[in-house]
Nanobody, 126 residues
Framework: QLQLVESGGGLVQPGGSLRLSCAASGFRLDAYSIGWFRQAPGKEREGVSS????????NFAHSVKGRFTISRENAKNTVYLQMNSLKPEDTAVYYC???????????????????WGQGTQVTVSS
């Protein structure tokens, strides 16, 4: 059974940091590109960052560029999203997703992704 599980969310003050993890089970993550998406209440799900299957290509939304980094450890079947200098507008449920058809690219379009995790809540508030 293919499964993605996010972890690492929580409550953090503005300016703080969190590291999200996306762990895969039931399939080898190195055959997939991974994207991180987020959805705030009342808003559409948007792409935040993505990384190709070999880690050589990354992509970031303009709103997080310079603050977030993405990395992967294929040996651990895990992808990470390091979030620094967090802002209240980063508050959302964060999802990771896997794409087999676009594995060589780092795309931020939801339709390119086949498998999704259940999400982890990130709240940035003082």
């Amino acid at each position: 059974q293919l499964q993605l599980v996010e972890s690492g969310g929580g409550l953090v003050q503005p300016g703080g940091s969190l590291r999200l993890s996306c762990a895969a089970s039931g399939f080898r993550l190195d055959a997939y590109s991974i994207g991180w998406f987020r959805q705030a209440p009342g808003k559409e799900r948007e792409g935040v960052s993505s990384i190709s299957n070999n880690g050589l290509v990354t992509n970031f939304a303009h709103s997080v560029k310079g603050r977030f980094t993405i990395s992967r450890e294929n040996a651990k079947n895990t992808v990470y999203l390091q979030m620094n200098s967090l802002k209240p507008e980063d508050t959302a449920v964060y999802y990771c997703a896997a794409s087999g058809k676009a594995r060589r690219w780092a795309l931020l379009e939801r339709d390119e992704y086949d498998y999704w995790g259940q999400g982890t809540q990130v709240t940035v508030s003082s």
